[in-house]
């Protein structure tokens, strides 16, 4: 890797540019996902420091990694799909983050400084679209999906969460055109949900089904999750 630093005005601009492998991303992905990426590629970025700002910007075209992980985000390693990350510091103890990846996902959310880390505030992950951060508290999802397995991101997501912290989802608005779960594939679904206190109510549409999830969650003991379709 290169790196270049300068100071101005009390603050330090640090430039880099180098090549990361994807053996190297399981500390930030899980060894569960990391596993499914293969290659490697280049990458530049920033760091800002100031005396009450810290500001960080990551890029890469991800030319040279290959991604078996399922729909959306399988990826031949000669295509470019640009990735940006950007975090930046706030007061209060506040952190602002931002991640796009090509056209396909991108997210917008900020973090609270909590005894136990830090916390999400509030969020959004929108396929399809630019994400925007919403003014309610919790994470929204929303957009359009050309294809999602839902089977394959159940077997690479990992089972045990550790000590995370769970995200609190606040509201749903999503359409997939295809969604891969069972060994079966349905068409045209769309998702809509809203929390309510503890309660998620969401109704599911499509061309094979259609009904009602209703998640509730519980501060002490097991949420529960039922549906009717």
Known sequence: ARIIAKTDGGKVLVNGQGTFHADALDTWLGAEMARELSGQSEWKGELLLGKSTKRLKFESNLVGLGSRLPSPLRKAAARPSQLVFEQQSMEGGTRWSSIKYANTASAVWTTRSTPAGHKLDRGELRFGGDARLPAEPGLQISGYVNAFDLGGWVDVLPDDRGEQQPVNISGINLTLSSLYFLNRRFSDITVNAKL???LLRASVNG???????????????PSRLSGQF
Request: hydrophobic share 15%.
């Open 207 to 221: 061309k094979e089904f259609a009904g009602n999830l209703t998640y509730r969650r519980s501060g002490e003991g």
């Open 196 to 198: 309510r206190g503890n």
